[in-house]
């Protein structure tokens, strides 16, 4: 069975979307996109008044029990490059890997 997305009007696997109280469905990795771009802009997803994880048609926050495992690492991997830049901190990451790493969670996130 599939839901249809609200953002790309796609036909998702239920267990890839998440749905929020009011019923409003997004792929889990529009919210992993959009939590990547507030944190280019320079500024906290999880912050009081952060939007990391809320509708994105009502804004009404959504709980982790609504996210899926593969979610939370890549969540993860995202904050684990993105805040340090953020926060102008350089390290020593190998990106070419962590890209792949990316690559492969979002290619599970859609298969």
Not at 18 to 46: D, P
Not at 81 to 97: A, Q, R
């Amino acid at each position: 069975m599939s839901v249809e997305c609200h953002v790309c009007m796609e036909n998702v696997p239920c267990n890839k979307v998440v749905t929020c109280v009011n019923g409003h469905s997004c792929c889990q990795k529009h919210h992993l996109e959009r939590i990547r771009a507030i944190y280019q802009e320079g500024r906290n997803a999880y912050t009081e008044g952060g939007t990391g994880q809320s509708c994105f048609m009502c804004r009404v926050p959504i709980g982790d029990n609504h996210f899926s495992h593969v979610f939370f690492k890549n969540l993860h991997i995202i904050q684990a490059i993105e805040i340090p830049k953020m926060m102008g901190v350089t390290s020593k990451i190998d990106y070419d890997f962590v890209n792949h790493v990316i690559a492969m969670s979002n290619k599970a996130l859609n298969s």
